[in-house]
């Protein structure tokens, strides 16, 4: 069995910093793409930045150059450094990993979720 779990999220003011860390765990062969969504109250989750096994990186427009992903492969973690936060950042923020898994004799690759962990930034 996999788990994500987040941790780092809080209530920030605006200009401030977190850093947001999600850990897999479990019976994992390997980890392929990680990343990390959001989801404002009212509006649909959106990507918000991700990371390949390699390491390249692709960001939405609306974090780029405020927002840092990276990865620890050796300790399956991946972290989202967020800067300069904004009060439109404010969501409920979700990690995302693929995951290579045994069953028997065939690895396969699923898609897990963590629970979220909220980001608020006030004014």
């Known amino acids: 069995q996999v788990q994500l779990v987040e941790s780092g999220g809080g209530l920030v003011q605006a200009g401030e910093s977190l850093r947001l860390s999600c850990v897999v765990s479990?019976?994992?062969?390997?980890?392929?793409?990680m990343g990390w969504y959001r989801q404002a109250p009212g509006k649909q989750r959106e990507l918000v930045a991700s990371?390949?096994?390699?390491?390249?990186?692709n960001y939405v427009d609306s974090v780029k150059g405020r927002f840092t992903i990276s990865r620890d492969n050796a300790k399956n973690t991946v972290y989202l450094q967020m800067n300069s936060l904004i009060p439109e950042d404010t969501a409920v923020y979700y990690c995302?990993?693929?995951?290579?898994?045994?069953?028997?004799?065939?690895?396969?690759?699923?898609?897990?979720w963590g629970q979220g962990t909220q980001v608020t930034v006030s004014s």
């Open positions: 995302n990993s693929g995951v290579v898994v045994r069953h028997g004799i065939v690895a396969s690759e699923y898609i897990y």
């Open positions: 479990g019976s994992i062969l390997s980890i392929n793409g």
């Open positions: 990371i390949t096994s390699d390491g390249s990186t």
